[in-house]
């Protein structure tokens, strides 16, 4: 390499890394959907709503988010990313805004659940297809900084949506996030763009990427065993990892004896925990495979669940870091699903591709909470969700080991 080949390289590697900020602060705005727990009791006040009423508009927004993500897929690559980012941030900007002038519980998971959910799908693959993109020598890594934004989100806006809650009240909070997200995420978008080709062919030259010639579209990818392999551990990642956040507070709480403050504090760490997952286990997805990476996750899993069934009140070191463990790998499924997507399956489909597999978070999202609650409520013990979690991380083994078993000859792109 010539002397100054280096620093006419350098402008670029810090403009793409300047991609990968701007998408962490669209991200950032995106997940606060993730701060819902913050209007939970002023919203049961406001409209006279019970726990199941209060939490519709939350479970709306989830599964609203993952069905348009899948919609929104296959018009990725035949659009301008900074529209899709734009349309996106004016429909969530629109949920959040509409959301001051309803009346129910009802027209709430309307407007915060189905629309400001929608805007959320329409956005959230964009940012994370731009820094494929300007990293084919590290897609994962890239993706997984870009995804820290959605994990660390609720430790900035939960904060802010209380005090605006507390001083200026419901609807009034409502009003100021949406007006917020209509001007920031808008104009992020114009920061954003694709590399041309000319540009990634700069970059895959300078940085001697191995180019992955398996570009497989998403009616070739649903036949494919691999396929089949990453959605299931997908969907079983997200069952087990969205389960244990939920049940983070009780679990606390009811089993350990910590005080709801205390929890709180706890839960903190926790989601430094989950943002920082991401990277990583996107940095190990690339440096090794998506089934290494997969088998790590349920290992760690696997010991945290059965460290919990040692756990009784007091012990609060066993539950720090068991809990740790837990939001530190669903932060890691959140970053292995698309990096595997694009390892396994191409760069070229990869927003329809990852749409696709992005619907196993929905599915996961109602099978977690739903079966976690019914087993709680048989049982009257918190031990046997860690039996159940360490039954769901024997059968994601077996199944990475089956269904992935051809993986490796692609991955390391």
């Not at 009811?254 to 989950?274: D, K, Q």
């Not at 499924?333 to 698309?338: F, G, M, N």
């Not at 048989?378 to 990475?400: E, R």
């Amino acid at each position: 390499m010539k002397p100054n080949s280096f620093v006419r390289n350098k402008p670029s590697n810090w403009r793409r890394w300047g991609y990968v900020l701007i998408g962490v602060f669209v991200m950032m705005c995106l997940g606060t959907v993730y701060s819902y727990s913050v209007f939970r009791v002023p919203v049961e006040k406001a409209y006279i709503a019970g726990t199941t009423l209060s939490g519709m508009p939350y479970m709306t927004a989830l599964a609203s988010y993952a069905l348009f993500m899948y919609l929104a897929g296959k018009y990725l690559v035949k659009h301008n990313p900074r529209h899709i980012i734009a349309l996106g941030g004016l429909l969530v900007s629109l949920g959040w805004i509409l959301s001051a002038y309803t009346t129910s519980i009802y027209m709430l998971t309307v407007t915060y659940g189905l629309i400001s959910g929608a805007g959320v799908g329409i956005v959230y693959g964009v940012p994370l297809a731009v820094a494929a993109r300007w990293f084919p020598d590290k897609k994962g890594l890239a993706v997984g900084m870009v995804l820290i934004g959605f994990g660390i989100s609720p430790l900035i806006t939960a904060p802010l949506a209380r005090t605006l809650v507390e001083q200026y009240g419901l609807m009034n909070a409502f009003r100021t996030l949406g007006i917020c997200f209509g001007i920031i995420i808008p104009l992020l978008s114009f920061l954003i763009r694709f590399p041309s080709d000319g540009e990634l062919a700069k970059l895959s030259k300078a940085k001697f990427t191995k180019t992955n010639n398996n570009e497989i579209d998403t009616l070739s990818m649903k036949k494919s065993g691999n396929f089949r392999g990453l959605y299931l551990n997908f969907l079983i990642g997200t069952t087990v990892g969205l389960m244990l956040i939920g049940l983070t507070g009780s679990v606390g709480t009811e089993l350990i004896g910590l005080t709801s403050r205390e929890v709180s504090l706890l839960m903190a760490l926790f989601a430094v925990f989950n943002g920082m997952g991401r990277p990583v286990f996107g940095w190990v997805t690339d440096k090794l495979t998506s089934k290494k990476s997969m088998l790590i996750s349920y290992g760690l899993i696997l010991s945290s669940a059965i460290l919990m069934l040692f756990a009784h009140e007091g012990d609060v070191l066993i539950y720090s870091i068991s809990f740790s463990v837990f939001w530190f790998n669903m932060g890691g499924w959140l970053a292995i699903a698309p990096a595997s997507t694009l390892a396994l399956f191409g760069t070229k489909h990869y927003s329809q591709n990852y749409g696709l597999v992005f619907t196993a978070y929905g599915i996961g999202a109602i099978t977690g909470v739903a079966t976690s609650g019914m087993l709680i409520d048989l049982h009257q013990n918190y031990h046997y969700v860690f039996y159940y979690v360490i039954v769901l991380c024997l059968a994601g083994i077996m199944m990475a080991l089956k269904l992935l078993r051809r993986s490796e000859h692609v991955e390391n792109i």
